[in-house]
């Protein structure tokens, strides 16, 4: 079945600075890639997603890149800022569901 | 204008005895999920209805049930809760339309609790 690695388990970073979380994942049939920010006891939220015939999607200051040879992707966050502190999720899907990576916890220190 | 909402945000029950968590949805969509989320950990997905169609994953207790009565309602049932089911149980829902694959819209949690 599906696995999805992400790395790293926690990322701290200075107010402003670049913020980067990469996933592996291993069945090659799929074909949807979405990240998810959770806040502390709230629920999943979308904050962008890619298809497999993309290779890079940009979103005000948030990017993932797709290389599907490598099996790898990732999520750039730009000029970051502190309600940019939450636990983020990859996940990858092929037909109706999809698996989630182990999460990373981001923290934006002022 | 909640979409996905979840009823009860906090579930107490005692040990063993039977509980049913509920989820409805404003979004018409076809497929509705039931994750589990312990904390700091990712969701998993126990399983999944895509119309009236139940999808379980193989690693699913038998303790969980669900039922799908119409397109916009899906329960929990947890037959026995045991100490170690006390987590977060998030609903969610998509519009599976042929092959196309889309976002999954999360309700805002139960969070059960086990004494």
């Known amino acids: 079945g599906e696995n999805v690695e992400q790395h790293p388990s926690t990322l701290s970073v200075q107010e402003g600075d670049s913020a980067v979380i990469k996933c592996t994942y291993s069945?090659?049939?799929?074909?949807?890639f979405p990240w998810y920010k959770q806040e502390l006891g709230k629920r999943p939220q979308l904050i962008i997603d890619?298809?497999?015939?993309?290779g890079e999607k940009k979103d005000q200051r948030i990017a993932v890149t797709l290389n599907k040879t490598a099996k790898h992707f990732s999520l750039h966050i730009t000029e970051t800022q502190p309600e940019d502190s939450a636990v983020y999720f990859c996940?990858?899907?092929?037909?109706?569901?999809?698996?989630f990576g182990t999460g990373t916890r981001l923290k934006v220190l002022a | 204008d909640a979409m996905v909402i979840q009823n009860p945000r906090y579930q107490v029950t005692q040990f063993g005895k039977p509980v049913t968590l509920s989820c409805s949805q404003t979004?018409?969509?076809?497929?509705m999920y039931w994750y589990q989320q312990k904390s700091s950990q990712a969701p998993k997905l126990l399983f999944h209805?895509?119309?009236?169609?139940?999808?379980n994953e193989a690693d699913t207790p038998d303790n969980f049930q669900s039922r799908r009565p119409n397109t916009s309602f899906c329960f929990l049932d947890i037959r026995s809760p045991g100490l170690g089911d006390a987590a977060m149980y998030l609903c969610?829902?998509?519009?599976?339309?042929?092959?196309?694959?889309?976002?999954?819209?999360f309700g805002p949690g139960t969070r059960l609790t086990v004494l």
């Open positions: 969610a829902t998509s519009r599976r339309s042929g092959g196309s694959y889309n976002e999954q819209f």
């Open positions: 069945d090659s049939a799929s074909n949807y």
């Open positions: 890619i298809r497999s015939n993309v």
């Open positions: 996940a990858a899907g092929g037909t109706y569901k999809y698996i």
């Open positions: 979004l018409n969509h076809n497929v």
């Open positions: 209805y895509y119309d009236k169609d139940f999808n």
